[in-house]
């Protein structure tokens, strides 16, 4: 399979716990994005990297959130001191560089965290 | 960004075609028209996008309105596989280096037999 690959898919802790989690974008592609998804609601976006530089992170991404692409492959979402409102899909999602009106995004299948 | 408008749910019968419709009233000349959907339990994945003409590929088809301010995406034969949360999403022409996806709530399709 030569899709995005995530994990784990699932995920459960304890508040105040940390968490960590994986995303395997498609070989060569140099663009990586994190999006956050809540029950009912459409994802929203975290942060961008392009190849292992972090070009932008949105307000959504507190403190309390790093994210890293060493070497430009794979990356890596941390959420220190978990809250229940961290509660959700993460999703992760590559793509090659094109004219940004055009390009695709191909979307893995998600981390779903349940902070109890 | 532009903002989108799409109905919170449709249903089709299975073998039907399917309109599903978004508005965009706020467009700029410079914004692609964007759809993605997300099946149950999955990533969203891309189904197509135009700028002015309409477009057609083995998924789906899109047709714009000539003054742009909505489109409709066209599945010909709805299956049980189309079951799905459909995004309708604006892409502003950047010369910045993000170009992130900005989601709505989306159209919830519901297919049956």
């Known amino acids: 399979d030569t899709g995005v690959s995530q994990d784990p898919r699932h995920k459960i802790t304890k508040r105040g716990q940390n968490v960590t989690f994986r995303c395997d974008p498609i070989?060569?592609?140099?663009?990586l994005y994190w999006y956050r998804q809540t029950l009912g609601q459409g994802p929203e976006f975290l942060t961008y990297?392009?190849?292992?530089?972090?070009?932008?992170k949105s307000r959504l991404l507190s403190d309390r959130f790093s994210a890293e692409r060493p070497k430009g492959s794979f990356s890596t979402l941390e959420i220190q001191r978990t809250e229940q409102g961290d509660s959700a899909m993460y999703l992760c999602?590559?793509?090659?560089?094109?004219?940004?009106?055009?390009?695709?995004?191909?979307f893995g299948p998600g981390t779903r965290l349940l902070v109890l | 960004d532009a903002k989108t408008t799409q109905p919170n749910s449709m249903e089709s019968n299975e073998e039907e075609p399917v309109h599903l419709p978004c508005n965009h009233s706020?467009?700029?000349?410079?914004?692609?028209i964007h759809w993605y959907r997300q099946l149950p339990s999955q990533g969203p994945e891309y189904v197509i996008h135009?700028?002015?003409s309409n477009v057609n590929n083995r998924m789906a088809s899109l047709a714009i309105a000539e003054d742009r301010k909505s489109s409709t995406l066209i599945l010909h034969r709805a299956t049980l596989r189309d079951a799905a949360v459909y995004y309708c999403i604006l892409r502003a022409l950047s010369t910045g280096t993000a170009s992130k996806l900005t989601f709505g709530t989306g159209t919830r399709l519901q297919v049956t037999l």
């Open positions: 990297f392009q190849n292992e530089a972090q070009l932008e």
């Open positions: 706020t467009i700029s000349g410079t914004d692609y």
């Open positions: 135009g700028l002015t």
């Open positions: 999602a590559s793509s090659t560089r094109q004219g940004a009106t055009q390009e695709t995004q191909y």
């Open positions: 070989s060569e592609h140099n663009r």
